[in-house]
Each structure stands twice: as structure tokens, then as C-alpha cells.
């Protein structure tokens, strides 16, 4: 008989999920604070944050900051997704905390040329 495995991160345990993508407001601006590993997996997350930023684009002039400090990898799929926040908001979004490997990808397929990479 097999023991269950035991729960990566227990409730109450504080640790931080390998991944998220949440959507705040600050100072009259948006801010998507990306964590973990930004790719495929977390996709689907993504695509809500670019529908819940287009519903406040709707209603007005926004304008979008990606907090990435916290980024510990990313793939296509978080070049997608700023591609995708880059052409729904009215302002260019910017992109903050960028750690060196998410510069070096921004720069190196040109995404630094549509979003400005802050700080």
C-alpha cells in the first residue's frame, strides 16, 4: 500500500505558488505582478488578466505595468502575453524589475522595441 504524497505547499505553510499572474491597480495605473515560471502553464491565467485589462481599457484610459521582479523564467507564452496587453491598452506598457534573462529575452526578440523596460 502507497502513502499519499504529502501536499507541496500545506495551507498555512507560506509558500509561494510556482507560479501566478495577479492583476492590481496602483497610483492610477494597472499592475500585472507576475512570479515564478512564465510559460504554458500558466496560460490560462494569463488570457484572464489580458480580458480583465481590456474590460478596464473599455472603460477608459489605463495604462499597464508588468511588475516582473519576481520572474523566475519565461517562455513564449509570456512574450505572447505582453504582445497581447501591448495592443489592448491605449499607453505602452511598461515592464519593471525585469531580472537579466527576461531583459536578455525582451531584447533579444525585439519585444523591448513595443513595451519599455523600466528599472
Same mark, same amino acid.
Given at each position: 500500500m502507497t %502513502?499519499?504524497?504529502? =501536499?507541496? !505547499?500545506?495551507? @498555512? &505553510? @507560506? !509558500?509561494?505558488p510556482l507560479a501566478d499572474a495577479r492583476l *492590481?491597480?496602483?497610483d492610477g495605473r494597472l499592475v500585472v505582478v507576475l512570479t $515564478?515560471? /512564465? =510559460?504554458?502553464?500558466? #496560460? $490560462?491565467t494569463?488570457? %484572464? /488578466?489580458v480580458a480583465a485589462v481590456e %474590460?478596464?481599457?473599455a472603460?477608459? =484610459?489605463?495604462?499597464? *505595468?508588468v511588475d516582473a521582479g519576481a520572474v523566475t523564467?519565461? =517562455? #513564449? &507564452?509570456?512574450l505572447r502575453f505582453l504582445a497581447r496587453l501591448s495592443t489592448r491598452t491605449p499607453h505602452r /506598457?511598461? /515592464?519593471l524589475h525585469a531580472p537579466e534573462a527576461v531583459r536578455f529575452l525582451l531584447q533579444a526578440t525585439r519585444m523591448a522595441d513595443v513595451v519599455d523596460v523600466v528599472g
Open positions: %502513502q499519499p504524497e504529502p =501536499d507541496p !505547499a500545506p495551507l @498555512g &505553510s @507560506g !509558500a509561494a *492590481d491597480e496602483h $515564478g515560471e /512564465v =510559460d504554458a502553464a500558466l #496560460s $490560462g494569463l488570457a %484572464q /488578466v %474590460q478596464r481599457a472603460a477608459g =484610459d489605463v495604462a499597464v *505595468d523564467f519565461m =517562455d #513564449s &507564452s509570456g /506598457v511598461r /515592464v
